[in-house]
T-cell receptor, first 114, second 113 residues
């Protein structure tokens, strides 16, 4: 089945140690999103790619970077994780002009910072 | 800027009863989309129902329906015949045609057996 896949599902890192989260999709959607979701809060958009065009939200910390080497994959790099970066990170995809602009979400990666 | 407001942080419903979750939004655009997403505890966020702003007819998906009031900028979700599996956090979301998504703060729904 076509889907959005996130690896790993759980990630433990140390304070200040760089970490990379990955997302892949088999939907062939041209837009991919990264969200940060803290406990009992709404997802907060960090950035999104429209094809290769990168769009950063104004309040996304510089500590967060993203790469999209091809249509199927997108990575979230946290250069120096702090305790406040512990959260669930959600990847989503969409294909504007189809499926009523719906976003399809992956299962998320829960990041723990020690 | 677009905002989405869910004024009910928590709701509860008796199994088999009906519950309505509220959502209001603010926009100056005429063409947009509205969604309700469900996020069970520790599980994936999934789409429940969606509505195109240009459609006057309210969307329905089995036991889920919406009451879309465009002039009032209101988009409520009605769950009929509530089931235990409906217990989750429900997020209302707005999307314009510019790939921007805006989520409300969520409503935690408890279903009482």
């Amino acid at each position: 089945d076509a889907m959005v896949i996130q690896n790993p599902r759980y990630q433990v890192t140390q304070f200040g140690k760089p970490v990379t989260l990955s997302c892949s999709q088999t939907l062939n959607h041209n837009v991919m999103y990264w969200y940060q979701q803290k406990s009992s809060q709404a997802p907060k958009l960090l950035f999104h790619y429209y094809d290769k065009d990168f769009n950063n939200e104004a309040d996304t910390p510089d500590n967060f970077q993203s790469r999209r080497p091809n249509t199927s994959f997108c990575f979230l790099d946290i250069r120096s994780p702090g305790l406040g970066d512990a959260a669930m990170y959600l990847c989503a995809t969409s294909r504007p002009g189809t499926a009523k602009e719906t976003q399809y979400f992956g299962p998320g990666t829960r990041l723990l910072v020690l | 800027a677009q905002t989405v407001t869910q004024s009910q942080p928590e709701m509860s419903v008796q199994e088999a009863e009906t519950v309505t979750l509220s959502c209001t939004y603010d926009t100056s655009e005429s063409d947009y989309y509205l969604f309700w997403y469900k996020q069970p505890p520790s599980r994936q966020m999934i789409l429940v129902i969606r509505q195109e702003a240009y459609k006057q007819q309210n969307a329905t998906e089995n036991r889920f329906s919406v009451n879309f009031q465009k002039a009032a900028k209101s988009f409520s979700l009605k769950i009929s015949d509530s089931q235990l599996g409906d217990a989750a956090m429900y997020f209302c979301a707005y999307s314009n045609t510019g790939n921007q998504f805006y989520f409300g703060t969520g409503t935690s729904l408890t279903v009482i057996p």
